[in-house]
């Protein structure tokens, strides 16, 4: 029962009456502002900028991919690994940024990076609870702090190492 109140609640179908008049007010879904969802069929043309090179981001996004199954027109995943790369054709997003950091570029052709990045990329497969739960006030310090350490350290755990940060990267074979 409440799960189809929320339901309603959210997509906005319900209506609530005002106590200043007797027209009904549009419920608006309470979404935290870095959930870009939208609840048409248009496409919210979602680019996310990772390094296929790296197996930690490569099984994320992959995840991603199968949440986005048939609807994959939402999320246009770019790997920045590939000798095609153009960042200028990604608002500018050159490969050493976006091998320094998670970088999505919205629907509103706006670049976010490090966490928020990830808010807008969850929000646009169907994880906008947990991109609002990272970007929630308490946890978002946390959230920040770890991404750093990760960002910083992920080519030395993935087994690649400071012949990454500019030009095109390998995986090391030993």
């Not at 339901?7 to 008049?21: E, H, I, K, Q, Y």
């Not at 007010?25 to 990772?50: G, M, N, W």
């Not at 169907?126 to 310090?141: I, K, T």
Request: with cysteine.
């Amino acid at each position: 029962m409440f799960s189809n109140v929320r339901a309603g609640l959210v997509s906005g179908l319900f209506r609530l009456p005002t106590f200043a008049n007797s027209r009904a007010i549009r419920v608006t879904p309470a979404l935290c502002r870095h959930q870009h969802r939208t609840f048409s069929s248009e496409s919210a043309d979602v680019k996310v900028l990772y390094d296929g090179l790296c197996p930690i981001c490569v099984t994320e996004i992959r995840f991603l991919q199968f949440l986005q199954r048939g609807k994959p027109e939402k999320v246009d995943f770019i790997d920045i690994s590939l000798p095609g790369y153009d960042g200028e054709k990604y608002k500018g997003v050159s490969y050493e940024m976006a091998m320094g950091e998670m970088h999505v570029i919205d629907e509103k052709n706006e670049v976010h990076c490090g966490i928020p990045a990830f808010a807008v990329m969850y929000s646009a497969v169907g994880l906008g609870w947990l991109g609002c739960f990272m970007m929630w006030p308490p946890v978002r310090p946390f959230m920040d702090k770890s991404y750093a350490i990760f960002a910083r350290n992920r080519l030395k755990w993935t087994g690649r190492g400071d012949e990454c940060t500019t030009g095109r990267c390998e995986k090391k074979t030993n």
